[in-house]
């Protein structure tokens, strides 16, 4: 079993000046702790569940290329990007431009995007849901044929490219967020090397829906990486969450991603590279 790290805050003592030494402190403690990820979400106002909106939030890809450059083994990824806050071109080129400064280490995490509060306050696009989703997937289409051998032109209902072109080549994996039945999961499925389910949910029904829609797309769903995000509250044991991430591999899950208090703190740290050591050897359901 593989546990990642989450930075969903970056509100430390000392204010603004002080963000960018905590968050090298992050990238590296988890580097250096052997987590097989690290991630920041894809926001631009702080969101409710973590603080207010007027808190401190870095740009995801802005931010991964500055974790890039301190660490040399782990994964980075946005959970996840909004795909309709950037063109899909854009987004390609931002996370293959990452993929090529981090040696092969992106992923592009991606969902249909929800927080309509900073898409209105900055100005960027926010359509309806069901176009979101369209949006949504088009952008994994336009993805995949641009991390490929293809750079003709694509055209789609919502964009036209008129030449795919991607230099330097990269193909990072491919990690959809949500737990969607029709849509989502379907979109999994078909594109997806990875999914990203929140905690709480009825795992074992998800991925039974999961299971259904790669049968019907012909994917073996034993190729999807399964994973889950997750907090873990302040004072929470070392063993107690061996014990809950036992809970999450025998109902599936490949990959814990978890939130702690503070992610710059060494003792948080100390304490993610034991759990990491320990989880090692468990074998998710399925495996």
């Not at 590296?28 to 894809?42: I, K, Q």
Request: glycine share 12%; charged share 20%.
């Amino acid at each position: 079993m593989k546990l990642g790290l989450t930075c969903p805050s970056f509100t430390w003592p000392g204010g603004d000046a002080a963000i960018a030494g905590r968050f090298a402190d992050v990238a590296r403690g988890a580097d250096e702790a052997g987590l097989h990820s690290l991630w920041v979400m894809d926001h631009f106002f702080q969101i409710p569940n973590f603080g207010a909106a007027e808190e401190p939030m870095l740009e995801a890809y802005g931010a991964l290329s500055y974790a890039a450059a301190l660490t040399g083994r782990v994964t980075l990824g946005a959970l996840v990007t909004g795909a309709v806050y950037r063109p899909p071109g854009l987004l390609v080129k931002q996370v293959s431009t990452l993929d090529a400064l981090s040696g092969g280490r992106a992923v592009l995490g991606i969902g249909a995007g929800w927080h309509e509060e900073e898409a209105r306050g900055l100005g960027l696009p926010f359509p309806p849901t069901a176009e979101r989703f369209e949006r949504l997937e088009e952008t994994l289409l336009i993805a995949k044929r641009m991390w490929s051998e293809q750079d003709g032109p694509y055209e789609g209902r919502h964009y036209r490219l008129g030449r795919t072109l991607n230099s330097p080549q990269a193909r990072p994996r491919i990690l959809i967020g949500g737990s969607g039945e029709k849509k989502t999961l379907r979109l999994v499925a078909e594109h997806a090397d990875a999914c990203n389910l929140l905690y709480g949910a009825d795992i074992g029904h998800k991925l039974g829906v999961l299971r259904a829609h790669c049968e019907r797309a012909g994917r073996p769903y034993e190729e999807i990486e399964k994973t889950l995000h997750m907090r873990v509250p302040d004072g929470q044991s070392v063993g107690e969450s061996v014990q809950r991430c036992g809970e999450l591999a025998e109902a599936g899950i490949d990959h814990v991603i978890v939130a702690v208090p503070d992610a710059a703190a060494a003792s948080s740290l100390a304490r993610l590279a034991a759990l990491a050591e320990q989880i090692s050897g468990i074998t998710p359901a399925g495996r």
